[in-house]
């Protein structure tokens, strides 16, 4: 078989945890990702930057593309030596149209393969505790579109046949039409006390599930508030839920976190905010860069074991040290020899941990105050000190080493940049309210993403904004856009207890 050249992948019905590992590493390697609206943000967070990204999702009353538009650009993409991913929600081939599109490849002879997803036809049900099929209950299940104009002369559906079924009858994208389809199962003999339930936003942390009978369930919904995309169960599968209902969603379920970290420091607190059921959306606001002048930190580099202390106020800085070590082929397993070693805090230290540096010092409070206390107490003015640190740093370290006397080597290792290819991803967010917080582990990041916004403050009033700690919320309330709560302890850990005690009502 040739090597295909589009996947055609399904992503399973929410939960990321529940797509194929098959779909995971296409994902991961694709040059080109064709994706739906009902794909967890999670999963597009698996594409390598390069990726190019199209989104071509659909609800019941807008699509973005035609479907004749998404198979042209399935065929225009497809050159040879690209991945083609065509991401879609649920099954490619359950409702998901890729039989249509499967066969728009093979009309154009392009190899493709197709990697099945769990159906949210069975997933949903199984997340609210109803098993579609049960030995006393039900030997079988249909699965039938609910999206069928009721409207039109003649129904592709045999209503009659679907009414005297005896299994588990199961709706797809049937929200608009749940009066019509209770009333026409009623209409052909179904018993109005058959139970239903409705899952909606079935396996994701949002989730909710309403039950009722064909002759409720379309008020119960309605007072209930329910949206797509939801999933219809008819049958007496549903007078389980009660007992089997095993799915409890987290504390930060539905609630949308934004992170505004540079990218390859966001994964520890969007794992975090994930674990308690938020949905992250990540705008990185900043990137870490060299320094100006990187004289200095060649020469420290070239010479780590002739100091006395050795101070990190960032695991940037233990990034951007240790990146310059590794140029000079300084591969010493304890490159500052008798030195103590400061950092700033847990983070910092853990950073240094990782490399082999261990029997670090860290202060009680976890900023330059804290470092320049440990200093005042312990540094002898015949001592050296070499300091590591962001290009734009505040001067509380230098100050005290300068005021002991000690002599100090101070060395920018990185400085942090404005990052502009979010800026439309998170005006856009912020405009329609997609967004129920904004958190901030940096002054740099809360000055970064109000010049993001040009500056207007207003388009911040409608999302929670964190702070990681006094420092930062310091600079919030200067810029005039003061955190709702900064975090107890200055760590990603106190970021997210903040943010889970103001949106999750943890304690």
């Known amino acids: 078989m040739e090597e295909a050249q589009v996947f055609l992948v399904g992503a399973g019905p929410g939960d990321p945890g529940l797509m194929t590992l098959r779909g995971k590493e296409l994902v991961e390697q694709a040059d080109v990702l064709v994706y739906d609206r009902l794909v967890a943000p999670e999963i597009i967070g698996w594409v390598r930057p390069e990726c190019e990204m199209i989104y071509v999702g659909k609800t019941p009353d807008h699509h973005t593309f035609k479907q004749d538009e998404i198979n042209a650009i399935l065929v225009e993409k497809a050159e040879p030596g690209k991945k083609v991913v065509r991401l879609k929600g649920g099954d490619p081939f359950v409702f998901g149209r890729g039989g249509e599109e499967a066969e728009e490849l093979h009309a154009h002879n392009i190899p493709f393969e197709v990697v099945p997803g769990i159906s949210s036809s069975i997933a949903a049900p199984a997340y609210a ?3 579609v099929t049960h ?26 046949q679907l009414a005297e079924f005896k299994g588990t009858l199961v709706f797809l994208m049937g929200m608009k039409n749940l009066p019509f389809i209770a009333e026409v199962l009623m209409a052909y003999s179904k018993p109005a006390d058959t139970p239903v339930a409705v899952v909606e936003h079935g396996t994701w942390q949002n989730q909710r599930v309403i039950t009722g009978t064909l002759e409720t369930i379309a008020l119960n919904v309605m007072e209930a508030g329910f949206t797509n995309p939801a999933v219809i169960v008819v049958g007496e599968v549903v007078t389980l839920h009660d007992q089997l209902k095993w799915f409890t969603p987290k504390p930060l379920a539905g609630k949308t976190v934004g992170i505004t970290r540079a990218r390859h420091q966001s994964s520890v607190l969007r794992d975090k905010l994930e674990a308690l059921g938020a949905t992250v ?26 100091f006395d202390w050795v101070v990190f106020t960032s695991a940037n800085g233990v990034k951007m040290f240790f990146k310059e070590l590794a140029a000079q082929e300084n591969i010493d397993l304890n490159p500052f020899g008798k030195a103590r070693v400061i950092a700033v805090g847990p983070a910092t230290a853990k950073a240094l941990e990782k490399r082999g540096v261990k029997s670090v010092l860290t202060p009680d409070s976890f900023q330059a105050e804290g470092v320049a206390d440990i200093l005042k107490r312990m540094l002898e003015s015949d001592q050296r000190v070499l300091l590591v640190r962001a290009q734009e740093a505040r001067t509380v370290v230098q100050d005290m080493v300068n005021t002991i006397g000690a002599e100090l080597v101070d060395v920018p290792a990185y400085k942090t940049v404005l990052r502009e290819d979010f800026k439309d991803a998170l005006n856009e967010a912020l405009r329609e309210g997609k967004l129920d917080a904004l958190t901030f582990a940096s ?15 207003e388009l911040l009033t409608s999302v929670k904004l964190f702070s990681i700690g006094p420092l930062t919320t310091q600079t919030m309330e200067e810029l005039g856009i003061a955190p709702t709560a900064t975090a107890v302890s200055s760590t990603i850990d106190g970021l997210v207890g903040a943010v889970a005690n103001n949106l999750g009502g943890l304690e």
């Open 281 to 306: 959306e990540e705008f990185p606001v900043l990137v870490l860069r060299d320094p100006d002048d990187t004289t200095l930190l060649k020469q420290a580099a070239a010479q780590p074991g002739t």
């Open 135 to 160: 030995r006393k209950m039900a030997s079988s299940f249909q699965v039938i579109t609910g999206h069928e104009d009721p409207t039109k002369l003649m129904s592709a559906l045999n209503w009659e």
């Open 443 to 457: 002054s740099s990041a809360a000055r970064n993403t109000l010049t993001l916004v040009d500056g207007n403050k």
């Open 129 to 131: 505790g109803i098993p």
